[in-house]
Antibody, heavy 117, light 110 residues
Framework: QVHLVESGGGLVKPGGSLRLSCAASGFTFGDYYMSWIRQAPGKGLEWVSY???????FYADSVKGRFTISRDNAKSSLYLQMNSLRAEDTAVYYCAKTGSGSCFNIWGQGTMVTVSS | QSVLTQPPSVSAAPGQTVTISCSGSSSNIGNNYVSWYQQLPRTAPKLLIY???KRPSGIPDRFSGSKSGTSATLGITGLQTGDEADYYC???????????FGGGTNLTVL
C-alpha cells in the first residue's frame, strides 16, 4: 500500500530554519516526481515545490531562494529545507506523489509549521 | 487571489447533481491537464480526477471531469451528505512554470 509520512514540523521564530522529511513506502520512489504543497490555516492549497526522480527542481516564487527540495532515493525519502522563514510560511505542509499532468495522486497526512516569535 | 477561479461555494440537495467550475487562461488550463481534489474536513486532500477527465481507481463514477478551452468543470451526481467538502482544481502554468490551484469551492449538501 502506498504511504507517505511527513515529519519535522514545529514552532520556529521568524528568520529561522526547519527541515521537513517525507518517508515513502509501497512504490518505487525513484521513478516518480515528488512534491510539497502547503495549506495555511483556513486557506486553500498552495503548491510549494516539486522534484523529478533525479535532480530537476521547481519552486513557487513565494519560496524561491529560501526553500530547497531534495530527495534520497535509496532511503525513499523527500526533504524540504526551509530557511529565512516568515510568518506567512505558517501552514500544514503535505508531501505528495506526483503523477500525469502534474496531478498529486497520493498525499501524506501533513505536518504543521508555525512561524511565530 | 488565485489565477484559477472557482466559485467559493455551491449547494444542492441529496441525490441532486452539482457542477463546480474552474476558469483559467491559455497558459494554464488551455494547454495543460486539469486535476480535481476533494478535501473532507480536517483531512488531507484526495485526487478525484486527473488528465481532465480520468478517475483514479476507487473513485466512483458519480464524479466526472471535463474541459473546454480555458475552463474545466467537476460534476458530481447523486449527491450524498458525505460529499460535503472543499473541492480544488489544479493545473500547470506554462508561463509561470508553476503548479496552480483554484481558490477552492465549499460544497454543502442541504
Amino acid at each position: 500500500q502506498v504511504h507517505l509520512v511527513e515529519s519535522g514540523g514545529g514552532l520556529v521564530k521568524p528568520g529561522g530554519s526547519l527541515r521537513l522529511s517525507c518517508a515513502a513506502s509501497g512504490f518505487t520512489f525513484g521513478d516518480y516526481y515528488m512534491s510539497w504543497i502547503r495549506q495555511a490555516p483556513g486557506k486553500g492549497l498552495e503548491w510549494v515545490s516539486y522534484m523529478n526522480g533525479g535532480t530537476a527542481t521547481f519552486y513557487a516564487d513565494s519560496v524561491k531562494g529560501r526553500f530547497t527540495i531534495s530527495r534520497d532515493n535509496a532511503k525513499s525519502s523527500l526533504y524540504l529545507q526551509m530557511n529565512s522563514l516568515r510568518a506567512e510560511d505558517t501552514a500544514v505542509y503535505y508531501c505528495a506523489k506526483t503523477g500525469s499532468g502534474s496531478c498529486f495522486n497520493i498525499w501524506g497526512q501533513g505536518t504543521m509549521v508555525t512561524v511565530s516569535s | 487571489q488565485s489565477v484559477l477561479t472557482q466559485p467559493p461555494s455551491v449547494s444542492a440537495a441529496p441525490g441532486q447533481t452539482v457542477t463546480i467550475s474552474c476558469s483559467g487562461s491559455s497558459s494554464n488550463i488551455g494547454n495543460n491537464y486539469v486535476s480535481w481534489y476533494q478535501q473532507l474536513p480536517r483531512t488531507a486532500p484526495k485526487l478525484l480526477i486527473y488528465d481532465n477527465n480520468k478517475r483514479p481507481s476507487g473513485i466512483p463514477d458519480r464524479f466526472s471531469g471535463s474541459k473546454s478551452g480555458t475552463s474545466a468543470t467537476l460534476g458530481i451526481t447523486g449527491l450524498q451528505t458525505g460529499d460535503e467538502a472543499d473541492y480544488y482544481c489544479g493545473t500547470w502554468d506554462s508561463s509561470l512554470r508553476a503548479v496552480l490551484f483554484g481558490g477552492g469551492t465549499n460544497l454543502t449538501v442541504l
